[in-house]
Nanobody, 127 residues
Framework: QVQLVESGGGMVQAGGSLRLSCAAS????????MGWFRQAPGKEREFVAA????????HYSESAQGRFTISRDNAKNTVYLQMNSLKPEDTAVYFC????????????????????WGQGTQVTVSS
């Protein structure tokens, strides 16, 4: 069992930066792949980024590529999402997720791949 708690959300102006954190409890964190998703009002939850168990392999959505960076610290049981050059369209509730496999595949872009979810943290980008 893995419990996930996100933090670091807030309000920022367009062009600004935020770093989200996701603290995990449970013995399986270091063997889990981790992901970030987001959900804007009235829209489906969408994939943002994922990182494999060792922190070496990453995958990003087209909208996140080049602006966001996912990383993890297995000693601290924490995964991060550094978000730069934020845009108003990045406004959403951001969720972290964990799986039981550890490696990345195309399936990580789907919500059904992930076994555990956090409660989300709100990110609001003003123009």
């Amino acid at each position: 069992q893995v419990q996930l708690v996100e933090s670091g959300g807030g309000m920022v102006q367009a062009g600004g930066s935020l770093r989200l954190s996701c603290a995990a409890s449970g013995r399986t964190f270091s063997s889990s792949a981790m992901g970030w998703f987001r959900q804007a009002p009235g829209k489906e939850r969408e994939f943002v980024a994922a990182i494999n168990w060792g922190g070496v392999v990453t995958h990003y959505s087209e909208s996140a590529q080049g602006r966001f960076t996912i990383s993890r610290d297995n000693a601290k049981n924490t995964v991060y999402l550094q978000m730069n050059s934020l845009k108003p369209e990045d406004t959403a509730v951001y969720f972290c997720a964990a799986d039981s496999l550890g490696t990345l595949s195309r399936a990580v872009t789907t919500t059904t791949h992930w076994d555990y979810w956090g409660q989300g943290t709100q990110v609001t980008v003003s123009s």
